[in-house]
T-cell receptor, first 114, second 113 residues
Framework: ETGVTQSPTHLIKTRGQQVTLRCSSQSGHNTVSWYQQALGQGPQFIFQ???????GRGNFPPRFSGLQFPNYSSELNVNALELDDSALYLCASSPRDRDSYEQYFGPGTRLTVT | GESVGLHLPTLSVQEGDNSIINCAYS??????FIWYKQESGKGPQFIIDIRSNMDKRQGQRVTVLLNKTVKHLSLQIAATQPGDSAVYFCAETRSAAGNKLTFGGGTRVLVKP
């Protein structure tokens, strides 16, 4: 196990609703990245947080937003949910200040939008 | 645009045989590559990585080969075991992109007893 935890494990929401997903990074890691993984596809980068600020964003609309807290944990918020938002949402943490690009993934939150 | 892709979506291999998973990337600026293994219901698990200044790196039962001339990456698994059954992803990043990873679509490896 990587030490990265995510909650909840599964979630079912209705189109138009809002959702908040949570991630606790591995001890000592100050960078958190979020990825969306549709069924049968590779993860797609949403955004990254480093020292509580957004540090890079993928091709996702503004209704995808996030936060990082002083303890380096993070939240992913999605507003106005659409059916295509149904996916596995992965959080990954990494020690940004070290010479390594290795990221440690959590188990993910499975979001279903109906 | 940037893309990292895989040639074979599914690979069936006999237990004990060697497995080879291939990956092509299009961004010549990529300087770091990672192979991840993802089992059902779990997040991707780091297997091995390689920097662009290397062409081969070995781990425990795994070897990654990098051919920058043709932008090709491969993962070799020696003596494949039932526990190796999973989906394998290659991912790339660039120093300038921080830790943003670009993943390919994945190859499912099925190990037959």
């Amino acid at each position: 196990e990587t030490g990265v935890t995510q909650s909840p494990t599964h979630l079912i929401k209705t189109r138009g609703q809002q959702v908040t997903l949570r991630c606790s990074s591995q001890s000592g890691h100050n960078t958190v990245s979020w990825y969306q993984q549709a069924l049968g596809q590779g993860p797609q980068f949403i955004f990254q947080y480093y020292r509580e600020e957004e540090n890079g964003r993928g091709n996702f609309p503004p209704r995808f937003s996030g936060l990082q807290f002083p303890n380096y944990s993070s939240e992913l918020n999605v507003n106005a949910l659409e059916l295509d938002d149904s996916a596995l949402y992965l959080c990954a943490s990494s020690p940004r200040d070290r010479d390594s690009y290795e990221q440690y993934f959590g188990p993910g939150t499975r979001l279903t939008v109906t | 645009g940037e893309s990292v892709g895989l040639h074979l979506p599914t690979l069936s291999v006999q237990e004990g045989d060697n497995s080879i998973i291939n990956c092509a990337y299009s961004n010549s600026a990529s300087d770091y590559f990672i192979w991840y293994k993802q089992e059902s219901g779990k997040g991707p698990q780091f297997i091995i990585d390689i920097r662009s200044n290397m062409d081969k790196r070995q781990g425990q039962r795994v070897t990654v080969l990098l051919n920058k001339t043709v932008k090709h990456l491969s993962l070799q698994i020696a003596a494949t075991q039932p526990g190796d059954s999973a989906v394998y992803f290659c991912a790339e990043t660039r120093s300038a992109a921080g830790n943003k990873l670009t993943f390919g679509g994945g190859t499912r490896v099925l190990v037959k007893p």
